[in-house]
């Protein structure tokens, strides 16, 4: 499973860059509010830094619209995938832009119809948002087990990314589902690393290394 970041913030991205684990990252409206600069700007910058998908996310409402945002983002570098929204307008926009070659991400997905008109349009990417259904009382893991059903009963290439990934069981259950990638904020990938029982255990190696060198004459 593909690891992507979820965030604009540029020193996040470099930060967890360096680890050689990030595949990807994904943006949208509200994260780029988050961070200074122009938006074209910001999206370059961490199109540079990680060598994978960058989504990058429309604002129109309409099918033209979406188009033509869309095909200026896709000018500003290779990795850019256009984040377009789940409607009837956004379906038709997918197939537009399929169509010209430039890739998509479906985003605020919802149900397993919506996953599936998002797929047979041609989007590149979906994204359902888990932790929102859980939010509403739904168990979010459970649509993307459909999603994933649905894409390996019809030989869809569409990827699946887990998004609105709240805590790192999250992406435990991503991976025993079989999704193709989880976006995750950087506070998410951070916590992944850790283990309690890991921290103990090498404050305990540390200790009786301590000893090791006392018993040698330090």
Request: some cysteine.
């Amino acid at each position: 499973m593909k690891i992507f970041l979820d965030t604009a913030n540029i020193e996040e991205i470099q930060e967890a860059a360096a680890s050689g684990l990030v595949d990807g990252v994904t943006t949208n409206p509200t994260l780029i509010s988050r961070v200074e600069g122009k938006f074209e700007d910001i999206i370059r910058e961490i199109c540079e830094v990680v060598d994978g998908p960058v989504s990058a996310e429309v604002v129109s409402l309409d099918s033209a619209g979406m188009v033509a945002e869309a095909t200026e983002l896709a000018k500003i570098h290779d990795n850019v995938v256009v984040k377009i929204p789940m409607t009837k307008e956004g379906s038709k926009a997918i197939r537009e832009l399929a169509g010209m070659g430039i890739r998509t991400n479906c985003t605020l997905v919802f149900s397993a119809n919506q996953a599936f008109i998002a797929a047979k349009a041609g989007a590149s990417f979906v994204s359902p948002f888990i932790g929102r259904l859980d939010d509403a009382g739904q168990v979010g893991m459970d649509l993307v087990r459909e999603i994933l059903t649905i894409y390996d009963n019809y030989c869809f290439d569409t990827e699946v990314i887990v998004a609105s990934v709240r805590h790192p069981l999250h992406v435990v259950e991503s991976l025993i589902a079989g999704a193709h990638i989880a976006t995750i904020p950087h506070a998410i990938f951070e916590k992944m690393f850790r283990h309690s029982l890991t921290d103990k255990g090498i404050d305990a190696f540390l200790m009786d290394w301590e000893k090791v060198k006392e018993r040698q004459g330090g």
